[in-house]
């Protein structure tokens, strides 16, 4: 079973940067860590994905300002986050799957969740 832990979330202003971690225990190198953000009232999103195996990296048109990458050796991924605004407040979460897909019913492991707040 994988555990995942996330970290580095915490309170912005707009236009900044932000640096989130998903340190990752259990489990082999041969699925895909997925990002997600939610707000309430609202279902968990799609922000990007990556596979640790290959490094193949699946994204949402919607956050071109986040970049995923991985650090197989510290067991971690990252969502890099840039240009922050205020409609990119939200819980994030990072999420372990077999497959590198954005439909979040497919993701079976899940951390649990780092806040972000970017105000205005």
């Known amino acids: 079973q994988v555990q995942l832990v996330e970290s580095g979330g915490g309170l912005v202003q707009a236009g900044d940067s932000l640096k989130l971690s998903c340190a990752i225990s259990?489990?082999?190198?041969?699925?895909?860590i997925g990002w997600f953000r939610q707000t309430p009232g609202k279902e968990r999103a799609f922000v990007a994905a990556i596979r640790l195996d290959n490094g193949g990296k699946l994204t949402d048109s919607l956050t071109g300002r986040f970049t995923i990458s991985r650090d197989n050796a510290k067991n971690t991924v990252f969502l890099q986050m840039n240009r922050l605004k205020p409609e990119d407040t939200a819980v994030y979460y990072c999420a372990a799957a077999k497959s590198l897909v954005s439909d979040s019913s497919v993701y079976d492991s899940w951390g649990q969740g780092t806040q972000v707040t970017v105000s205005s």
């Open positions: 259990g489990g082999t190198f041969n699925y895909a």
